[in-house]
């Protein structure tokens, strides 16, 4: 049974920096694009930041150089370093795998965590 399991969401103010961690199991994470989506209250679910098996990442262009993906294979863990926040990035944080790239990003990923809120106050 897969699971991701998110941590590191809360309160901070706007030009703060928070960490998202996600560690997964019951997957060959080596093997598995990783990623993030966000939903904002009363949006849709958005593509932010992915990482492939063999570390190519890419972002959504609202956070590029301001977000960094990555991962640890030996801890199974990816994680989001989210900086120079913005009130528009409160939102519940949620990991996601897929064995394909492309998919992950393009088409609804193979597993789901149940996410982390993250709240940037102005």
């Known amino acids: 049974q897969v699971q991701l399991v998110e941590s590191g969401g809360g309160l901070v103010q706007a030009g703060g920096s928070l960490r998202l961690s996600c560690v997964a199991s019951g997957l060959t994470f080596g093997n598995y694009a990783m990623g993030w989506y966000r939903q904002a209250p009363g949006k849709q679910r958005e593509f932010v930041a992915a990482?492939?098996?063999?570390?190519?990442?890419d972002y959504v262009d609202s956070v590029k150089g301001r977000f960094l993906i990555s991962r640890d294979n030996a801890k199974i863990t990816v994680y989001l370093q989210m900086n120079s926040l913005k009130p528009e990035d409160t939102a519940v944080y949620y990991c996601a795998a897929d064995s394909s790239p492309t998919d992950l990003i393009t088409k609804t990923p193979d597993y789901w965590g149940k996410g982390t809120l993250v709240t940037v106050s102005s």
């Open positions: 990482i492939t098996s063999g570390g190519t990442t």
